[in-house]
């Protein structure tokens, strides 16, 4: 293969892979506080901690946007949410733990084969790829139905509520802390991975954290019981881990995969949402293959000029 055109594909791969930006989580302005206060919850789309855009509520894509204060029933937010506002909700919250829920429809999304198979080898999934493999369909698009499970804790009053931080809310793919994450007397707490309720055994959980401009990650696998030890500081916290297995007669897609993310704030003081590196931008939907197209359009340009430059080449030798 020419150098240029190598090139050029390596760049439409980081192009896509970088537009790409396939986290998701909820994120509130306020964390952590000493009273009651007025949070506004946004939702981000970004890639280790670093926001990359904003989005606009958009109902038909939330199956659940609730919150979670004691023993009260869930309060339905999507009523409160307007479409394609910035952030997606805003509420006056009273002293007390509080955990914000958004479960998001599934989306249908097909990729090459090489990007596809770059994303498995990225979160760890070398069972699917040994099955891609096994099946002869490694040079076969990905064709892929995922979900978004999206959690967010605030504490309002430094008075520590084991449960609160905790509390199962039946997500595919759920994260769930076993202590307050927010107790200042616990330097690690334990954090479960479970699937339909199950616990993940031997699987990749990431925590990005961030103090400040420091930015900082934790790759963790769980244990024997679904299980990690989550070692903790001062800042502001996002967890999250993917879990991607073959859609059994889904029709249009071959794998399931389900995204969960949770985050929440540690320290002394008040905690706000860390300070992002992008401007945000305001979209109600970011299709994760968005990027994809840059990253061809910017591969077929330069192969493009390659092949302008050998016919000149050839013209002016003959």
Do not use: N
């Amino acid at each position: 293969m020419k150098p240029v055109v190598a090139l050029g594909l390596a760049l439409s791969a980081f192009v896509a892979r970088t537009a790409e930006a396939h986290d998701h989580w909820l994120q509130p302005d306020v964390l952590l506080a000493p009273d009651g206060a007025e949070v506004r919850v946004s939702q981000i789309v970004g890639e280790g901690f670093v926001k990359h855009e904003e989005l606009g509520h958009d109902p038909s894509k939330a199956l659940r946007f609730a919150l979670y204060t004691g023993d009260a029933e869930p309060l339905d937010l999507r009523p409160r949410a307007r479409p394609g506002t910035l952030p997606v909700v805003a509420t006056f919250l009273e002293r007390g733990a509080h955990l914000f829920v958004l479960d998001r429809a599934p989306v249908d999304l097909t990729l090459p084969p090489a990007q596809f198979e770059a994303y498995l080898r990225e979160e760890g999934f070398s069972s699917a790829i040994a099955e891609r493999a096994k099946r002869g369909e490694t040079a076969s698009p990905g064709r892929e139905r995922y979900v978004r499970c999206m959690k967010a804790f605030v504490r309002l009053g430094y008075v520590s509520d084991p449960a609160a931080g905790g509390r199962v809310v039946g997500q595919r793919l759920e994260i769930v802390p076993e202590h307050d994450p927010t107790d200042p007397t616990v330097s690690t707490i334990p954090v479960r991975l479970a699937l339909h309720g199950v616990p993940l055994v031997g699987h990749p959980i990431e925590a990005h954290h961030r103090f400040g401009s420091k930015r900082t990650t934790l790759r963790l696998v769980t244990d024997e019981s679904g299980r990690v030890a989550l070692p903790l500081r001062e800042g502001a916290y996002l967890v999250r881990a993917v879990h991607t297995e073959r859609c059994l007669g889904c029709e249009g897609a071959d794998w399931s995969s389900a995204f969960a993310s949770y985050a929440f704030g540690r320290g002394p003081g008040t905690v706000r949402a860390p300070v992002l590196s992008l401007p945000a931008t305001m979209s109600t939907e970011r299709p994760r293959h968005r990027g994809l197209f840059l990253g061809l359009a910017l591969g077929l340009g330069v192969a493009a000029l390659w092949t302008i430059r050998e016919r000149r080449s050839l013209g002016a030798t003959s």
